[in-house]
Protein backbone atom coordinates (compact mmCIF):
# COMPACT_ATOMS: atom_id res chain seq x y z
CA UNK A 1 0.00 0.00 0.00
CA UNK A 2 1.07 3.58 -0.43
CA UNK A 3 2.37 5.59 2.01
CA UNK A 4 -1.22 7.56 2.30
CA UNK A 5 -2.88 4.19 3.25
CA UNK A 6 -3.59 5.28 7.10
CA UNK A 7 -3.15 2.53 9.83
CA UNK A 8 -6.48 0.93 10.76
CA UNK A 9 -6.47 2.53 13.83
CA UNK A 10 -6.30 6.57 13.52
CA UNK A 11 -3.43 8.42 14.99
CA UNK A 12 -5.92 11.12 16.30
CA UNK A 13 -8.24 9.28 17.45
CA UNK A 14 -8.52 9.79 21.47
CA UNK A 15 -10.54 7.41 23.25
CA UNK A 16 -8.51 4.07 24.01
CA UNK A 17 -9.64 1.09 23.22
CA UNK A 18 -10.67 0.12 26.37
CA UNK A 19 -13.03 2.82 26.47
CA UNK A 20 -14.31 2.39 22.90
CA UNK A 21 -18.04 3.70 22.52
CA UNK A 22 -20.03 1.78 19.59
CA UNK A 23 -19.79 4.70 17.13
CA UNK A 24 -15.78 4.33 17.34
CA UNK A 25 -15.87 0.63 16.98
CA UNK A 26 -17.95 1.03 13.90
CA UNK A 27 -15.62 3.84 12.41
CA UNK A 28 -12.61 1.56 13.19
CA UNK A 29 -14.56 -1.45 11.69
CA UNK A 30 -15.39 0.46 8.62
CA UNK A 31 -11.81 1.90 8.26
CA UNK A 32 -10.86 -2.07 8.47
CA UNK A 33 -13.05 -3.21 5.67
CA UNK A 34 -11.86 -0.63 3.39
CA UNK A 35 -8.27 -1.18 4.41
CA UNK A 36 -9.19 -4.75 3.65
CA UNK A 37 -10.57 -3.82 0.02
CA UNK A 38 -8.08 -1.80 -0.84
CA UNK A 39 -4.85 -4.19 -0.18
CA UNK A 40 -7.20 -7.17 -1.83
CA UNK A 41 -6.48 -4.99 -5.35
CA UNK A 42 -3.12 -4.62 -4.30
CA UNK A 43 -2.82 -8.79 -3.87
CA UNK A 44 -4.44 -8.70 -7.66
CA UNK A 45 -1.24 -6.88 -8.89
CA UNK A 46 0.94 -9.08 -7.07
CA UNK A 47 -1.08 -12.34 -8.58
CA UNK A 48 -1.46 -10.62 -12.13
CA UNK A 49 2.35 -10.60 -12.09
CA UNK A 50 2.35 -13.93 -11.35
CA UNK A 51 0.05 -14.87 -14.51
CA UNK A 52 2.44 -12.76 -16.87
CA UNK A 53 6.00 -13.85 -15.75
CA UNK A 54 8.66 -15.49 -17.32
CA UNK A 55 8.87 -19.43 -16.29
CA UNK A 56 11.49 -19.35 -13.80
CA UNK A 57 10.39 -15.80 -11.90
CA UNK A 58 6.34 -17.44 -12.26
CA UNK A 59 6.61 -19.93 -9.51
CA UNK A 60 8.31 -17.23 -6.73
CA UNK A 61 6.06 -14.77 -7.93
CA UNK A 62 3.06 -17.86 -7.35
CA UNK A 63 4.37 -18.54 -3.91
CA UNK A 64 4.25 -15.00 -2.72
CA UNK A 65 0.75 -14.70 -4.14
CA UNK A 66 0.05 -17.77 -2.23
CA UNK A 67 1.62 -16.40 1.41
CA UNK A 68 -0.24 -13.25 1.10
CA UNK A 69 -3.85 -14.75 0.38
CA UNK A 70 -3.06 -16.72 3.56
CA UNK A 71 -1.81 -13.45 4.89
CA UNK A 72 -5.54 -11.97 4.04
CA UNK A 73 -7.53 -14.93 5.03
CA UNK A 74 -6.09 -15.13 8.66
CA UNK A 75 -6.63 -10.88 8.54
CA UNK A 76 -10.36 -11.50 7.28
CA UNK A 77 -10.74 -13.75 9.98
CA UNK A 78 -9.78 -11.49 12.68
CA UNK A 79 -12.24 -9.30 11.41
CA UNK A 80 -14.82 -11.29 10.90
CA UNK A 81 -14.50 -11.91 14.62
CA UNK A 82 -14.60 -8.35 15.44
CA UNK A 83 -17.90 -7.99 13.65
CA UNK A 84 -19.41 -10.76 16.29
CA UNK A 85 -17.25 -10.08 19.39
CA UNK A 86 -18.85 -8.85 22.79
CA UNK A 87 -17.21 -5.68 23.82
CA UNK A 88 -14.80 -7.12 26.31
CA UNK A 89 -13.32 -9.53 22.91
CA UNK A 90 -13.45 -6.78 20.62
CA UNK A 91 -10.51 -5.34 21.72
CA UNK A 92 -8.17 -7.83 21.95
CA UNK A 93 -9.94 -8.92 18.53
CA UNK A 94 -8.52 -5.49 16.89
CA UNK A 95 -4.99 -5.72 18.30
CA UNK A 96 -5.07 -9.24 16.84
CA UNK A 97 -6.50 -7.94 13.67
CA UNK A 98 -4.15 -4.74 13.50
CA UNK A 99 -1.06 -6.88 13.79
CA UNK A 100 -2.48 -9.25 10.87
CA UNK A 101 -3.18 -6.54 8.93
CA UNK A 102 0.23 -4.68 9.32
CA UNK A 103 2.26 -7.64 8.22
CA UNK A 104 -0.09 -8.50 5.02
CA UNK A 105 0.21 -4.94 4.00
CA UNK A 106 4.10 -5.02 4.20
CA UNK A 107 4.51 -8.03 2.47
CA UNK A 108 2.23 -7.07 0.15
CA UNK A 109 4.21 -3.49 -0.42
CA UNK A 110 7.47 -5.64 -0.39
CA UNK A 111 6.07 -8.14 -3.29
CA UNK A 112 5.63 -5.04 -5.18
CA UNK A 113 8.37 -3.40 -5.37
CA UNK A 114 10.47 -6.32 -5.52
CA UNK A 115 8.38 -7.09 -8.64
CA UNK A 116 8.66 -3.96 -10.53
CA UNK A 117 12.24 -4.29 -10.93
Keep these: MSSQTQNPINESKTESLEQISQDTRATLEKEAEANLELIQARLEEVKAKANTAKAEAKAEY ?45 GVDDAIKRFKS
Design 62 to 106: SKTAADLEAQRDRAMEYFKGLQKAGDGAWKDLYSSFEAAFGELRS
